[in-house]
T-cell receptor, first 111, second 112 residues
């Protein structure tokens, strides 16, 4: 069983929609969580970094962590065609390094 | 300020050949890592370093060597390439605890 599970998609939504991306995990020691965006043939870019349970908001992006359910989410409000990319979740027991990544969800936002 | 620079961008190797993937950073980050990305598998940690002279193994270290003689450089060596090492390789750096990774643009390696 993988440490981190993520639906590969693709997820296709119209412009302006609210997007929900999710990951589940099995290791209860994970405390630090990240979301990355990866455009085709590029390196991943950090979107959000959160610690433990709760919500964190940054512009149109909200990250949610539910440690009791071992479930994390990334919400994108007012989605734009430029948000079309693969979104990767990552998590670790440590506050740096040795992060475990999901396989990514491909998102397509249609104009 | 170039960030994280990886060379080469593309490489084709024959089985049994060796090569070094280069990673250089100009941000003075202490922590550097190598990941490989395969379809359906996500990114998996190969080796990492917490500073010059200090390296350790990640999740999938077999067939790879690393060294860290300077803060700026963290090369990844493939000792005897195998088709299973066909992948996209990413170098990533972190300035310290509670920061996310900065990734390079990747090296696409094909072993035939």
């Amino acid at each position: 069983q993988k440490e981190v599970e993520q639906d590969p998609g693709p997820l296709s939504v119209p412009e302006g929609a609210i997007v929900s991306l999710n990951c589940t995990y099995s290791n209860s020691a994970f405390q630090y969580f990240m979301w990355y965006r990866q455009y085709s043939r590029k390196g991943p870019e950090l979107l959000m970094y959160t610690y433990s349970s709760g919500n964190k908001e940054d512009g149109r992006f909200t990250a949610q962590v539910d440690k009791s359910s071992k479930y994390i989410s990334l919400f994108i409000r007012d989605s734009q065609p430029s948000d079309s990319a693969t979104y990767l979740c990552a998590m670790s027991p440590y506050n740096f390094n040795k992060f475990y990544f999901g396989s990514g969800t491909k998102l397509n936002v249609k104009p | 300020n170039a960030g994280v620079t990886q060379t080469p961008k593309f490489q084709v190797l024959k089985t049994g050949q060796s090569m070094t993937l280069q990673c250089a950073q100009d941000m003075n980050h202490e922590y550097m890592s190598w990941y490989r990305q395969d379809p359906g598998m996500g990114l998996r940690l190969i080796h990492y370093s917490v500073g010059a002279g200090i390296t350790d193994q990640g999740e999938v270290p077999n067939g790879y060597n690393v060294s860290r003689s300077t803060t700026e450089d963290f090369p990844l060596r493939l000792l005897s390439a195998a088709p299973s090492q066909t992948s996209v390789y990413f170098c990533a750096t972190v300035p310290g605890p509670n920061y996310g990774y900065t990734f390079g643009s990747g090296t696409r390696l094909t072993v035939v």
